[in-house]
Each structure stands twice: as C-alpha cells, then as structure tokens.
C-alpha cells in the first residue's frame, strides 16, 4: 500500500473528506479547514488530482463565510457537473458545542472562540447559515449557484434523470434518517422517506452520518454509522446498520446491523459489481478499513481490509474511496500523520503542529472473492 499526504498544515485541523471525479477526470477531495476539531471558523475547501491520484493541487477555497462553514459531500451528475454540499453552522449551534466540550478545551481558547461566536460579522452572517449546495460546470475549478440544501453527508445518489436523492440525519433526532430527494440542484427538497431506528434498539444507540449509493442494478443501499447511548466511542455497538430500496427511495426494508465495526460508512461500486465500505478504525490498532460485498448486503468480515493501523489516537477517519482502474483504489481519510507518545491531549484542543492532515492510500483490491 502507498500511503501519502494530501494536504497538511502545521497550525490547521483538516477533517472530513468528501471525494468525487469531475468530468474532465480530474479527482476532486473536500475537506473542512479550521483550527481545531470544534473550532467556530471552518472553511470548506477542495483538493485536486489532475494525474489520477499521483500528485495533488494546494486546496482552493469553495466557501469561507464568518459563521462556521463546513464542507459535507461532493455529488458527480450525470451531465459532468460536480455538486457541493456545504453546513454553515448558526451561531447557537457553534455555541452549544462549544459548551458541550469546554472541559477538554484550554479556558482561554474557548473564551477566544465564544467571543468570535458574539462578534458583530457572526451575527450580521446569521442569513448565510443553513445547509447549501454549490455547482462548477468547470470541473471544480470554479463554484457558483449557491442554493438552499440538505445534509448530504458524502454527497447524494444521482439517478439518470438529473434527481438527486440524499440521506439526512442532523434534523432527523437520531433515531432516524430521513431521505430528500430534489428533481433538480436549485429546486426544493421533498421529504420522501424514513429509515428509523429499530424500536428495541432506541435506548441504546443512535443513527447519524449516513451513506447513500445507487447500485448498478438500479437498487439503493444506505449505511449508516451507529453510535452507543450514552456516547462510546469504542462501544462493541458501533456497528455500521444498512437497509435497502428497491422503488427509487420511496419505501426502505427494514435497517439492519453489519458486522462492519467503525465509522462513520462511505460505499463506492466497483467495476466489476461489487460495493466497497470503508471506515474509520476508532479503537486500537487505530486506522482505516474497509470490507467489499458482492451485494452490500452480506458482509464478510474474515476479509475485512486494513487500510491503515498506525494512527496514534482516535482522532482519525472519515475515509472514502474512489476506483482508479479495475481493481486499484484510492482511499482518502484523515489522521495525525505521526506517532506520538500515549498520552495524547483530547482532540478538541490539541497543539499546533500535532494537528490531523488529509492523507491518502493506493492499494490493490483482491478480485478473488
């Protein structure tokens, strides 16, 4: 395997990837750029391959507002447009976070981040905030036609006729996740379906940060990333759970648990027909995996693939995959692009130069199964 930086720097936290190929071919990774993991002033960017993964481009900013701008997925049409999601988070909701992890934080960090929170340019922005799609028809190269969205974490399934399904799970409360699907990018959203959580498992876990792809066959499979009541990361119950339709996302079967341990799920279909997972590794050996179904439905975790497992905390992950050529693939993630000593600070407020990088993975997939 070949592992290789994409993208770090020294006083910058750069996390949750999002992977697409534009129309020309080039392969296009969006990330979030700030200064720690729940810093108030995110920047959306994108990372270009023009040599099919073998060297990349400094990122381009796509969206940098005063309020807390997070890219969320990046969608390929049909029509060689390329679709990018982006959160600009209220105010109140940077604030509550902030709270909810200030015992982890150094005091004067967070005194510097609720004031940034209360300055007058946050609070003339507060119209900016919500969840938007932006549009290049120039291969990612420029981002226009800013337009309400949803939470596509990932980006969304893109059917043939130019709709657009995603897979929403910030306003959904947790125990479900609530599928949108928009005829056009520009156009509404139309709520059209529910995966809820399981009534017996309700007390136990929740739903959050889905994945949505359109097989081959014309089948939908989403996963999603499960997370133990009260929070665990580590808990033997974060399992990825799927489910499946068959009417274009209308009507779901009912979710259920893989064997998949990790998250949060990316799914990519491979050329030969099968559907690759990866997922991030959040107990030791810490890293990056990933597992290859010939239905997304069975998963065989005796050929569980390890990506990576050298990262040196829990702070890692988010990793997606793109095919390159039959067989050899590309898997982007982030992690902390050393090792360090074992007692690591928490990572919502980690030191400058110890901070994650945006990193990536060639390796050859085992066609033998």
């Known amino acids: 395997m070949n592992h290789f930086v994409i993208h770090e720097g020294f006083a910058d936290y750069c996390a949750w990837p999002s992977i697409a190929r534009a129309g020309n071919g080039d392969i296009l990774v969006s990330?979030?750029?700030?200064?720690?993991?729940?810093?108030?002033?995110?920047?959306a960017v994108v990372a270009r391959s023009t040599d099919n993964g073998a060297t990349w481009l400094e990122p381009e900013l796509i969206r940098d507002t005063p309020l807390d701008d997070r890219p969320l997925g990046l969608t390929s049409l049909a029509d060689g447009r390329?679709?990018?999601?982006?959160?600009?988070?209220?105010?109140?909701?940077v604030r509550r976070e902030l709270m909810?992890?200030?015992?982890?934080?150094?005091?004067?960090?967070?005194?510097?981040?609720?004031?940034?929170?209360?300055?007058?340019?946050?609070?003339a922005s507060e119209a900016l905030a919500g969840f938007w799609t932006l549009t290049s028809d120039e291969n990612g190269r420029n981002w226009s036609?800013?337009?309400?969205?949803?939470?596509?974490?990932?980006?969304?399934?893109?059917f043939p006729d130019g709709s657009l399904l995603a897979a929403s799970f910030v306003d959904a409360g947790g125990k479900t996740i609530a599928l949108f699907k928009t005829r056009r990018i520009g156009q509404p959203w139309k709520h059209v379906a529910t995966v809820a959580m399981p009534e017996s498992e309700r007390p136990r876990q929740n739903f959050s940060e889905p994945h949505i792809l359109r097989l081959n066959s014309g089948r939908l499979l989403l996963m999603t990333r499960t997370d133990a009541i009260p929070?665990?990361?580590?808990?033997?119950?974060?399992?990825?759970?799927?489910?499946?339709?068959?009417?274009?996302?209308?009507?779901?079967?009912?979710?259920?648990?893989t064997p998949l341990w990790g998250y949060p799920p990316h799914l990519t279909s491979l050329s030969d027909g099968r559907v690759l997972c990866t997922y991030g590794y959040r107990r030791p050996p810490f890293g990056q995996r990933a597992c290859v179904s010939r239905d997304g439905l069975d998963w065989d975790l005796s050929r569980e693939i390890v990506i990576r497992d050298d990262a040196p905390n829990d702070d890692l992950g988010y990793p997606v995959s793109i095919e390159l050529s039959p067989g050899r693939v590309l898997t982007v993630y982030y992690q902390i692009n050393k090792r360090r000593v074992a007692d690591t600070p928490h990572c919502y407020s980690i030191p400058d130069g110890e901070k994650p990088a945006i990193m990536g993975t060639i390796w050859e997939l085992n066609s033998g199964f």
């Open 31 to 43: 990330f979030t750029r700030t200064k720690q993991h729940i810093a108030p002033n995110g920047q």
């Open 82 to 93: 390329v679709v990018a999601s982006v959160w600009s988070k209220r105010p109140e909701v």
């Open 100 to 123: 909810a992890y200030a015992r982890w934080t150094e005091p004067g960090m967070l005194a510097r981040w609720l004031a940034h929170v209360d300055s007058p340019a946050v609070k």
């Open 231 to 257: 929070y665990d990361g580590a808990s033997p119950r974060c399992v990825l759970w799927a489910s499946v339709s068959d009417d274009g996302g209308a009507a779901w079967a009912e979710p259920f648990p």
């Open 145 to 158: 036609g800013l337009a309400p969205g949803r939470d596509l974490s990932h980006g969304a399934a893109a």
